[in-house]
């Protein structure tokens, strides 16, 4: 038998192509279907491990709030022994540096007198 000899009608060539499109959709939608559930697994799988780095992140500010690195401007300490330095070097009080830096008036009396043998040294 040679392909000469079949002979197609309309009706099922008609038939053929319905058949070969309805294969080919069936296959698109079978992909896409798999696409989808690859992709959210990969999403899911991204979005857990953003999770864990947020909570990481949250830990380490917690630990930097509680203690923060010495010399940075989060260390209160640091920061109110700067201005306790340029306000003894404005030349305010000591009972008022006390008083508006919240240290205790030993501190201030000290910072000032540190101040003070600074700027007598030639």
């Known amino acids: 038998m ?44 991204r979005i857990a491990a953003l999770e864990a780095e947020v909570e990481a992140m949250k830990l380490r500010l917690q630990a930097l709030e509680e203690r923060p690195p010495e010399g940075s401007s989060l260390d209160t300490r640091a920061t109110t022994y700067a201005d306790a330095q340029r306000m003894a ?8 540096l006390a008083g508006s830096l919240g240290i205790s008036r030993a501190e201030a009396e000290l910072i000032v007198a540190l101040n003070r043998a600074e700027g007598q040294t030639p």
């Open 89 to 96: 070097r404005e030349g305010v009080p000591a009972l008022e």
């Open 2 to 45: 040679m392909l000469e000899d079949f002979t197609f009608t309309g009706r099922e060539l008609l038939l053929a192509v319905v058949l070969a499109t309805l294969v080919y959709l069936l296959e698109v939608w079978l992909t896409s279907r798999l696409g989808k559930r690859v992709s959210a697994s990969r999403a899911d799988a």
